[in-house]
T-cell receptor, first 119, second 111 residues
Framework: GAVVSQHPSRVICKSGTSVKIECRSL??????MFWYRQFPKQSLMLMAT?????????EQGVEKDKFLINHASLTLSTLTVTSAHPEDSSFYIC???????????????FGEGSRLTVL | KNQVEQSPQSLIILEGKNCTLQ??????????LRWYKQDTGRGPVSLTI?????NTKSNGRYTATLDADTKQSSLHITASQLSDSASYIC??????????FGPGTRLSVLP
């Protein structure tokens, strides 16, 4: 079964509103989670690394104030798209790694993704 | 610069045929290489994980190979099925929490 749960799977909102997407690790604790954005027929683009108990690390070009990330517990990270606009419409995916030693060879589980459509 | 390249960009095969997808990387230091299958509109699902010391790993009809010297990997799909139609993503990890994603290969299996 799925070990990373993402909710909602689909969301439609009006321009200017904010949308929150949740990512939960169900069977393990994740001190780190990753958030990606994927446009049609393109690869996943890492947006930010969510760190439990500290600030998220954003990739270059990703607006911190636009995409708010909160990793309040060892099993939950949230991504809030603030003041959403049509160009924010995309497929957002989270992932969480299970560490296996310092070599980072554990599993990297992905959520099922959230399709955001901004009207 | 850490990069992962995949070829071909897209591939169309007939059901029952075999195919091989390629992944070349320049990620350093290298820790592990993963292959994922992503169905349209879904999250990626892990197929194989290989570390530096492993040169082949199988998961059912999927067999991945790794040549750490040439920094190349391949994913071989045997006796393809319609459900194999998906994007296949090569992901290379280095030490820490860094993963570099390839652009993926879109595979279409036709009846």
């Amino acid at each position: 079964g799925a070990v990373v749960s993402q909710h909602p799977s689909r969301v439609i909102c009006k321009s200017g509103t904010s949308v929150k997407i949740e990512c939960r690790s169900l069977d393990f604790q994740a001190t780190t989670m990753f958030w990606y954005r994927q446009f049609p027929k393109q690869s996943l683009m890492l947006m930010a690394t969510s760190n439990e108990g500290s600030k998220a690390t954003y990739e270059q070009g990703v607006e911190k104030d636009k995409f708010l990330i909160n990793h309040a517990s060892l099993t939950l990270s949230t991504l809030t798209v603030t003041s959403a606009h049509p160009e924010d419409s995309s497929f957002y995916i989270c992932s969480a790694p299970t560490l296996a030693g310092g070599a980072n060879t554990g599993e990297l589980f992905f959520g099922e993704g959230s399709r955001l459509t901004v009207l | 610069k850490n990069q992962v390249e995949q070829s071909p960009q897209s591939l169309i095969i007939l059901e029952g045929k075999n195919c091989t997808l390629q992944c070349n990387y320049t990620v350093s230091p290298f820790s592990n290489l993963r292959w994922y299958k992503q169905d349209t509109g879904r999250g990626p699902v892990s197929l194989t994980i290989m570390t530096f010391s492993e040169n082949t790993k199988s998961n059912g009809r999927y067999t991945a190979t790794l040549d750490a010297d040439t920094k190349q990997s391949s994913l071989h799909i045997t006796a393809s099925q319609l459900s194999d139609s998906a994007s296949y993503i090569c992901v290379v990890g280095n030490y820490g929490q860094n993963f570099v994603f390839g652009p993926g290969t879109r595979l279409s299996v036709l009846p």
